[in-house]
């Protein structure tokens, strides 16, 4: 890679952590340890046959995925690529397979493990993030795509990179790398992941798991690594280090924009604040049911979960009350005011501007009581999800919360709906939600927000395969266009051609 300038490099590490909630004080990376020479005495047929297939060991054994030294890290996963690329496709199948049985064999344990240590979602989805870890996509995904004709056979193959770089998020910490690493590897690429410093410790462990069940299995030793304190340094020394050719990165358009800028492919995973347009056609249970489940999924962690609500002034009121019903709270205006400044700070505004809000770190993904304490209400035990009649300027609208509480706010016309919808979202072309039984309505609203995910009439993980159809990936691409990730993102498409032979008829 050419050179990058540090201060630039800096600037995109820490606006990556601020998104993912701060880290700790930087760790200084050593340099990569000197490529070991070849014997002199190896065997060769005299075309250099053998000069092409040594490999140089960098790496120190016995680590099982987790480094103190990003670029120990980066080596020792260029060594476990080079292993896998001569083990083929029978290895790549196996550590598909070991990645996912463990993540539904230890979903309870790692799930417990991330929750004591986050402080964030829910025990119960954290549980479930991990036992359907099953339903990403591996090897299978990948075939070739073949012609031929008069002039012979042409072969396009999905190939490795080589070694991804990859920061995850506290929320979903180790079901992201989970996801990840099927994807990654299926691909047959090896992974660094800088972690998110409050979910590093859960991260090493399930790393180390991966790792020790994959060298029994396979050899291979090293596939997934893991820095085992995340700094800015650790992340900056990853991706500049030689061996890593591509880079998976979570954060808002400031780090999209310098991540794409370092020099090296970024797939990135931006921001979201999906809304949920309700029109006069939907049944008002079903879509009811449907908010809370995806809003109060692991707390409103989840991207993709449910923001804000927009709903016909005719069917506001019907849809409240069937919110209510189906366990969730609604505030006064009063306890919503309480909330608000609790779950908000507000900065003046520059030049004389409007106070900005950001939001308070210590409410999101918390339960529902905390909101509520904070509120001023008590609820009953096992409440999902808080809500309250807002207009379409309310912080809660606009920013992305990530916490079990919905505003709903009541508009006119389906035009008016599908407008408000496109002004909360941002233009983040991530995740949008209609319940309607109007296809016109749905074409509508589809083309206005033209997001990557659009889901029609269920909660927002049906976009993820839970409770629709399709895969999973804890990783939504959505500025840089890749969308739902799988084995094939990964991937360089390489065309062998053959001409005027091997075609048989």
């Known amino acids: 890679m050419s050179a990058v300038n540090e201060t630039f490099i800096r600037d995109v590490v820490t606006e990556v952590m601020e998104r993912l909630n701060g880290s700790p004080a930087p760790v200084k990376s050593a340099p990569v340890p000197t490529p070991a020479t070849p014997s002199p005495s190896s065997p060769s047929c005299g075309c250099d046959h053998t000069k092409r297939k040594s490999r140089p060991v960098t790496a120190l054994p016995g680590k099982f995925g987790v480094f103190a030294d990003a670029n120990e890290a980066c080596a020792a996963a260029q060594e476990a690529f080079l292993q896998l690329k001569e083990k083929g496709i029978v290895a790549r199948r196996k550590i598909e397979e070991i990645v996912k049985t463990l993540a539904e064999k230890n979903a309870e344990a790692w799930g417990r493990l991330e929750l004591d240590e986050t402080k964030i979602g829910r025990l119960d989805h954290k549980i479930e993030k991990l036992k359907i870890i099953k339903l990403v996509p591996g090897v299978d995904w990948l075939r070739p795509d073949g012609r031929s004709g008069d002039h012979g056979i042409t072969l396009e193959e999905y190939t490795p ?13 180790i079901p ?10 299926a691909a047959g ?6 972690a998110h410093p409050g979910a590093a410790k859960c991260a090493a462990a399930a790393v180390r798991a991966y790792n020790e069940a994959i060298y029994r299995e396979t050899g291979i030793e090293n596939i997934a690594c893991v820095i085992e304190k995340p700094s800015l340094d650790s992340f900056a020394a990853i991706c500049k280090h030689d061996a890593v050719r591509l880079l998976l990165v979570t954060g ?13 492919r970024a797939i990135c995973a931006g921001p979201g604040n999906p809304p949920v347009f309700v029109d006069d056609t939907a049944c008002m249970k079903r879509a009811a049911k449907a908010i809370i489940q995806g809003a109060a999924y692991d707390n409103n962690l989840l991207c993709i979960g449910e923001k804000e609500v927009f709903a016909l002034e005719i069917i506001a009121d019907q849809l409240m009350a069937e919110m209510e019903k189906n366990g969730a709270v609604r505030l006064t205006n009063a306890q919503l005011d309480a909330l608000t400044r609790a779950a908000f700070t507000f900065k003046e505004g520059q030049g004389g501007g409007c106070a900005h809000a950001s939001v308070n770190k210590d409410f999101i993904g918390r339960d529902p009581s905390v909101l509520a304490k904070a509120a001023g209400v008590n609820i009953p035990s096992g409440t999902q999800l808080l809500f309250a009649e807002t207009d379409a300027k309310h912080p809660f609208v606009e920013e992305e919360q990530m916490m079990p509480f ?6 006119k016309s389906v035009e008016e709906g599908i407008e408000r919808s496109l002004e909360a979202e941002h233009g983040y072309k991530h995740t949008s939600i209609i319940h309607s039984h109007d296809v016109e309505n749905m074409t509508a609203m589809g083309r206005a927000l033209d997001t990557t995910l659009f889901i029609k009439n269920g909660p927002c993980m049906a976009g993820l395969g839970l409770g629709g159809e399709g895969y999973l990936s804890y990783s ?6 890749e969308g739902v990730t799988n084995p094939r993102t990964f991937t360089r498409v390489r065309r062998c051609v053959m001409v005027d032979n091997l075609r048989i008829y």
Do not use: D
Not at 161 to 173: I, K, L, R, Y
Not at 176 to 184: A, F
Not at 252 to 264: H, I, L, N, R
């Open 176 to 185: 992201t790398m989970s996801g990840n690493i099927v994807n990654i590897v």
């Open 189 to 194: 690429n090896a992974v660094v992941f800088n």
């Open 252 to 264: 808002g358009p400031m780090v999209v924009k310098a991540a794409m800028q370092t020099g090296k």
């Open 406 to 411: 919905l505003p709903v706010v009541r508009v």
């Open 476 to 481: 939504i691409a959505t500025p840089t266009g």
């Open 161 to 173: 990179f080589g070694v991804v770089g990859a920061v995850t998020p506290s929320t979903h910490s």
